[in-house]
């Protein structure tokens, strides 16, 4: 499986980005999709899941209301979209693949891993 994540950039406070990650092969194999994001010196962190069939969806605290998973599994493809940016939010931005069904924020919870996107947010 391969995970091919885009969409980050250099963004001003209050902005927009949508973020977006392709994969090789079929999604829809009972698999959630996860973002989560590493900021520099910090432990990666969980940012939000989506299941398989798109309707559940966890957010984290900090990013709830602003930020919006959703995906396609006819274009194997999974979206963040990400609004009212806070510099807080800069940071390598990774999707990754859920094992089985799980779909939670525990990053072992997880089984392949895209290269990430970097978002950075100036204030």
């Known amino acids: 499986v391969q995970l091919q994540a885009s969409g980050g950039g250099l963004v001003q406070a209050g902005g927009s980005l949508r973020l977006s990650c392709a994969t090789s092969r079929r999604t829809s194999s009972n698999n959630a999709m996860g973002w989560f994001r590493q900021a520099p010196g910090k432990e990666r962190e969980f940012v939000s899941s989506?299941?398989?069939?798109?309707?559940?969806?966890i957010y984290a605290d900090n990013v709830r209301g602003r930020f919006t998973i959703s995906r396609d599994n006819a274009k194997n493809t999974v979206y963040l979209q990400m609004n009212s940016l806070k510099p807080e939010d800069t940071a390598v931005y990774y999707c990754a693949v859920g094992r089985s069904s799980y779909s939670g924020r525990d990053v072992t919870g997880y089984q392949y891993w895209g290269q990430g996107t970097l978002v950075t947010v100036s204030s």
């Open positions: 989506i299941s398989w069939r798109g309707d559940s969806t």
